[in-house]
T-cell receptor
């Protein structure tokens, strides 16, 4: 069964360092999402791609976060510099293109980030 | 703006008990989609069900059943004869029909942690 792949699974870094997370969506899925999940809360969308284009990045802290999906397949989310408040689970999801909110999003295993 | 509320933050039951997880949502859209996901301790979100706003039929899948009531804006999830393996955090989520030619963000509730004790 096809799955969303993410790496690394765990990352510990120090404040002010740079970190990067990688996501490979299910093959053929045009839409890719990055969510952040703070401990004890539900995930919140950071950025959404349609192929290689950003559809929604209104909740992405652009002063320190960046995301790209250069070839419309895999994607990288970067934080520079990391802050203590960035400690969270970063989840990647993908869905087939269909529009209108009806497609199911399938999630990867996530990357747990701890900033010291 | 859309909102999902899961009032029960934590539920503890003994194995074989039935348990219902509540979900209440708010949206101004007439077309929307509701989801339930399971998050076991390993962390990944596992898709359980999707419902569109025009289909109010209840659904049953094995020990799982879902009750969708538009009149009360609720989409509740019942596990019958719970098992220890059902222990996880369960999230209800909402996606609106924004007609923007792309998939749309999910708005999640805060989750309900279910603990099933042997």
């Amino acid at each position: 069964e096809a799955e969303v792949a993410q790496s690394p699974r765990y990352k510990i870094t120090e404040k002010s360092q740079a970190v990067a997370f990688w996501c490979d969506p299910i093959s053929g899925h045009a839409t890719l999402y990055w969510y952040r999940q703070i401990l004890g809360q539900g995930p919140e969308l950071l950025v959404q791609f349609q192929d290689e284009s950003v559809v929604d990045d209104s909740q992405l802290p652009k002063d320190r976060f960046s995301a790209e999906r250069l070839k419309g397949v895999d994607s990288t989310l970067k934080i520079q510099p990391a802050e203590l408040g960035d400690s969270a689970m970063y989840l990647c999801a993908s869905s087939p293109w269909a529009g209108q909110g009806k497609e199911t999003q399938y999630f990867g295993p996530g990357t747990r980030l701890l900033v010291l | 703006a859309q909102k999902v509320t899961q009032a029960q933050t934590e539920i503890s039951v003994v194995e074989k008990e039935d348990v219902t997880l509540d979900c209440v949502y708010e949206t101004r859209d007439t077309t929307y989609y509701l989801f339930w996901y399971k998050q076991p301790p390993s962390g990944e979100l596992v898709f359980l069900i999707r419902r569109n706003s025009f289909d109010e039929q209840n659904e049953i899948s094995g020990r799982y059943s879902w009750n969708f009531q538009k009149s009360t804006s609720s989409f509740n999830f019942t596990i019958t004869a719970s098992q220890v393996v059902d222990s996880a955090v369960y999230f209800c989520a909402l996606s609106e029909d924004l007609n923007n030619n792309a998939g749309n963000m999910l708005t999640f509730g805060g989750g309900t942690r279910l603990m099933v004790k042997p």
